[in-house]
């Protein structure tokens, strides 16, 4: 297992991360696992023992059972809270007035509390803002985050399915106060959807904000398991959306199969492989109802793709460049050497 920084800081996590949206929920989250208690410590073991130091929830998994299973694994098998990094995020709705769910002073505060109490732990990793809340100043978000890191409550910021521009803005309350940045987004990528190609990744890049990955397969549409008849079985059903059409998710899994049984491996750990050599990217999330689909994953970590598989990749995914942006790039491109 490989280990990349956090944004700018010096915490090292694993460039794959266990996502726990399995965990806990009943049957309400069925179709995402709905793992219980023992079904989750053997997924968080095999984890852990594959080198894996990265962990990621959120309050609004399985209406917190997903951190309260993710705290008792640890301490079921055992594992110092030191050795592992625990995400977790706040801004979900967890209650049915209007001040339960965004990401308001009042909600992060009281979100964070019982979030520490769920994970039975004194402190939080990476603490992130799940969505954009259009009803909070972005101001008031990043010094309540602010004021937690300086508690101890919590050791980094970070957000989730954030915009450029909303980071952006972030970025640059943070600088002008003098107050804790985030530096780490979490935001959806994979093979067939590359929206952060255009504004995310560049301004990553830029600010040296790390990027965790979530759904890089798809739901296991990229796994290979389905024909383009419509067979197989898997929590997508098979079900392709319009905004990814039939069409291309099966011209893609016929590039990613020849590229996949040429290296031994499945399709699935080819598209995360793809995924983790894309820039700016921190790590790379992936769920699991058991030790086998950890381990099948974690393999994606060893696969080593050549110029021409990465090449191929490439252009069966690539999604049409908007006209503004290819106006700008001719209009730079003389001076990209001297960056």
């Given amino acids: 297992?490989?280990?990349?920084?956090?944004?700018?800081?010096?915490l090292l996590v694993s460039e794959l991360c266990l996502g726990t949206n399995t965990f806990g929920g009943g049957a309400n989250w069925k179709t995402l696992g709905a793992l219980d208690q023992t079904a989750a410590n053997a997924v968080v073991g095999a984890a852990h023992e594959a080198g894996i130091n990265f962990i990621d929830t959120a309050d609004m998994y399985g209406a917190g059972e997903s951190e309260q299973i993710v705290g008792q694994s640890l301490r079921d098998l055992g594992i110092a809270r030191g050795d592992m990094v625990l995400a977790t995020?706040?801004?979900?709705?967890?209650?049915?007035?209007?001040?339960?769910?965004?990401?308001?002073?009042?909600?992060?505060?009281a979100g964070v509390e019982a979030s520490l109490k769920r994970l039975n732990t004194d402190y939080i990793d990476v603490y992130m803002i799940h969505f954009a809340d259009p009803a909070t100043p972005?101001?008031?978000?990043?010094?309540?985050?602010?004021?937690?890191?300086?508690?101890?409550?919590?050791?980094?910021?970070?957000?989730?399915?954030?915009?450029?521009?909303?980071?952006?803005?972030?970025?640059?309350?943070?600088?002008?106060?003098?107050?804790?940045?985030?530096?780490?987004?979490?935001?959806?990528?994979?093979?067939?959807?590359?929206?952060?190609?255009?504004?995310?990744?560049p301004m990553a890049a830029d600010a040296g904000l790390g990027l965790l990955i979530w759904g890089p397969l798809l739901g296991g549409l990229l796994s290979g398991k389905y024909g383009r008849d419509g067979g197989g079985e898997g929590r997508m059903g098979g079900h392709v959306p319009d905004s990814i059409g039939r069409d291309r998710l099966f011209d893609a899994i016929d590039v990613l199969r020849p590229i996949a049984d040429r290296l031994g491996a499945s399709p699935a750990q080819v598209a995360l492989a793809w995924v983790l050599q894309r820039p700016a990217i921190t790590s790379v999330l992936f769920g699991s109802r058991n030790p086998d689909q950890v381990r099948d994953n974690v393999a994606a970590s060893d696969l080593v793709l050549s110029a021409e598989d990465v090449a191929a990749l490439d252009t069966v995914g690539a999604r049409p460049v908007s006209y503004a942006h290819t106006v700008v790039g001719n209009a730079a491109k003389d001076r990209m050497p001297y960056r």
Avoid at 1 to 10: A, D, K, N, P, Q
Avoid at 156 to 180: D, I, Q, T
């Fill in 1 to 10: 297992m490989r280990y990349r920084r956090l944004g700018r800081s010096g």
């Fill in 89 to 109: 995020k706040v801004g979900g709705r967890m209650g049915k007035t209007p001040n339960d769910l965004g990401a308001s002073r009042a909600h992060i505060i």
């Fill in 138 to 201: 972005i101001e008031e978000t990043v010094r309540a985050l602010d004021d937690l890191v300086r508690a101890g409550k919590i050791r980094y910021a970070g957000c989730s399915n954030f915009p450029a521009w909303l980071f952006a803005k972030a970025h640059g309350v943070a600088a002008r106060e003098a107050l804790h940045r985030f530096e780490i987004m979490e935001s959806h990528y994979s093979l067939l959807t590359r929206d952060l190609d255009e504004e995310v990744m």
